[in-house]
């Protein structure tokens, strides 16, 4: 078992580019959670799908975030356009029986 | 506002010592879990009890849960210096919000050898 997988592991990108964060959960697994942690706010759950529907959003900051889920294996977290304030490590972890399994996380930086 | 909230920020103790963490949280919940987070690594679920479950053990780990004040404990006993690391834990806010977790700012453990 490879467990969450996510890619990429680092992204360095310029203000205003579009980001793409990619998410494998594992196999299995009814529900999928993208999450972000920073320093100053700690862990945030931003968006969680059950079955590949979304199903809360409301911790998505804002319209330039959005994710899909488009099949129980594969997910995406978008920032377009992106700015320095995204700058974090964004977690994507999924679950069965409420025991999430963690990805290793993407590190994003936007300069 | 955080569900889950910490105690202590920080804790520095001596290899073989045991460390104990706590938690507090506001709202009623079905479970509680704790992680551990690696510098720079991602989030490893430990233990998971649940809302009518007063005390779990997991090897070194040992985690209560006290409904009625609305806190739990995390003892590492024979501490190494491979617990360096953030603990954080988590709650299940229940029916009212899915099955979404919610974390406390964590507590950094230095175990020194």
């Known amino acids: 078992d490879a467990g969450v997988i996510q890619s990429p592991r680092h992204e360095v990108t310029e203000m205003g580019q579009e980001v793409t964060l990619r998410c494998k959960p594992i196999s299995g697994h009814d529900y999928l959670f993208w999450y972000r942690q920073t320093m100053m706010r700690g862990l945030e759950l931003l968006i969680y799908?059950?079955?590949?529907?979304?199903?809360?959003d409301s911790g998505m900051p804002e319209d330039r975030f959005s994710a899909k889920m488009p099949n129980a294996s594969f997910s995406t977290l978008k920032i377009q356009p992106s700015e320095p304030r995204d700058s974090a490590v964004y977690f994507c972890?999924?679950?069965?029986?409420?025991?999430?399994?963690f990805g290793p996380g993407t590190r994003l930086t936007v300069l | 506002s955080q569900q889950g909230e910490e105690d202590p920020q920080a804790l520095s103790i001596q290899e073989g010592e045991n460390a104990t963490m706590n938690c507090s949280y506001k709202t009623s919940i079905n479970n509680l879990q704790w992680y551990r987070q690696n510098s720079g690594r991602g989030l490893v679920h430990l233990i998971l009890?649940?809302?009518?479950?007063r005390e779990k053990h997991s090897g070194r780990l040992r985690v209560t849960l006290d409904t009625s004040k609305k806190s739990s404990s995390l003892l590492i006993t024979a501490s190494r210096a491979a617990d360096t690391a953030s603990y954080f834990c988590a709650t299940d806010g229940g029916e009212t919000s899915g099955s979404r977790l919610t974390f406390g700012e964590g507590t950094q453990l230095t175990v020194n050898p």
């Open positions: 799908f059950n079955n590949n529907v979304p199903i809360d």
């Open positions: 009890i649940r809302s009518n479950e």
């Open positions: 972890a999924s679950s069965s029986l409420r025991e999430g399994v």
